[in-house]
């Protein structure tokens, strides 16, 4: 039987791990910006947010509640897949769970990525780091294939939009005396340039936008790594609020951090201390809206991205003007070769 052939006899939940005590911060950080052109000191100073948290990012725990939701999702659909976890950065590596995959029988897996749009760390980056695993655990180990890209699936948009109207209802104003600003990792430009990280941001964005019918809304990026001559996708957060309320004075704003599943690090550092920092010392009324986490209609849509995948399902859904994103990447998806600066030296 040819690969294709071969039934899907298992799910990977693929993620990019984070450190579970102090003494996993500096190796967790070598791997993630392991190839990466950036700064020593830049990597220094967010060991130094992990460390305000005792060295604890909270994506590991975020991920083991995901798999929860998603094996009573499974059962309750009655989507009869075992779920597996794997991450890029930190434990449990893609390996260790290609390994116990194998051993349990599996050969052909369907994989969500904890990414909702696609870039070169959000989608080939996981591939590349599936494909070394694979050739690690050798012979027998499963193929993994990824489920499409879910930015505009409604069951998201929906789950961010309710999200923001929470903050909205919370800072007790009407939608149109609140700025929206949704943000996401920023990238370097050489990142960007190659794949549709930005168009599917903007139109993601614009579709809660609507839901809640927010007009005064805009996309800003977050957690910018790279040495300042490099250019990476802007404006940064805190740049824009400045520099709006220069303008015209916000008075009551919610961020939405539409680029990630989860209240990690980066969200709890660069928003929920820089950020409301800022807003605070402006007299801003800052609101932030909560990632996907484990909503239910998250969790509703990573099981209907798998159903249409197993041909449980024949509707790939999908709203506003891009349609549904493609199931498997063409050659040329997401690619990335980081190009150095002149005057830089290697870090
Ligand atoms: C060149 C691009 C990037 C650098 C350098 C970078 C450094 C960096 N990132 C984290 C922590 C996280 N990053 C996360 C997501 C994420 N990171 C980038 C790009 C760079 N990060 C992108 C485009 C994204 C979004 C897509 C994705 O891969 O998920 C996350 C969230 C991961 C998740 O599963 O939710 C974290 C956490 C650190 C600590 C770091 C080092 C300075
Ligand atoms: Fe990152
Ligand atoms: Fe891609």
Request: proline residues 6%; hydrophobic residues 35%.
């Amino acid at each position: 039987m040819s690969e294709e052939e071969l039934p899907y006899d298992s799910f990977m939940l693929v993620s990019f791990g984070g450190p579970e005590g102090p003494d996993d911060v500096m190796p967790f950080l070598e791997n993630v910006l392991r190839g990466k052109n950036v700064p020593r000191e830049r990597m220094l100073e967010v060991a130094e947010h992990y460390s305000h948290f005792g060295g604890v990012s909270p994506i590991n725990e975020h991920n083991r509640q995901l798999l929860a939701a998603i094996r009573t999702e499974f059962e309750s659909a009655g989507v009869d897949l075992p779920v597996y976890w794997g991450n890029r950065n930190w434990n449990p590596l893609f390996p260790d769970t290609l390994q116990q995959m194998k051993d349990d029988g599996c050969r052909r897996s369907l994989a969500f990525f904890t990414s909702m749009f696609s870039c070169y760390s959000g989608c080939r980056q996981y591939r590349e780091n599936i494909i070394a695993a694979q050739e690690q655990v050798g012979e027998g180990a499963p193929i993994v294939e990824k489920v499409r890209m879910g930015f505009n699936h409604p069951l998201f948009i929906e789950t961010m939009a309710e999200s923001v109207q929470n903050e909205i209802d919370t800072l007790g104003v009407v939608t149109s005396d609140v700025t929206v600003l949704f943000t996401a990792h920023s990238i370097p430009m050489s990142m960007a340039d190659n794949c549709d990280y930005e168009k599917q941001l903007r139109e993601a964005s614009r579709l809660v936008a609507d839901k809640v019918g927010a007009s005064d809304w805009n996309l800003v990026y977050q957690s910018r790594s790279g040495p300042p001559q490099q250019p990476w996708l802007e404006p940064d957060v805190c740049d824009a609020i400045a520099e709006m309320d220069d303008q015209k004075k916000i008075g009551h704003l919610v961020v939405v951090p539409i680029g990630f599943v989860s209240d990690h690090m980066e969200v709890m550092f660069d928003l929920d201390e820089e950020a409301a920092d800022l807003c605070q010392q402006r007299g801003i009324k800052m609101g932030r809206a909560k990632t996907a986490g484990t909503s239910p209609k998250f969790v509703q849509m990573v099981r209907m991205l798998v159903e249409e995948r197993i041909g449980k399902s024949q509707q790939k859904l999908a709203v506003g003007e891009l349609g549904a994103w493609h199931d498997v990447c063409p050659a040329d998806c997401c690619q990335y070769t980081p190009r150095r600066p002149q005057g830089v030296r290697p870090t």
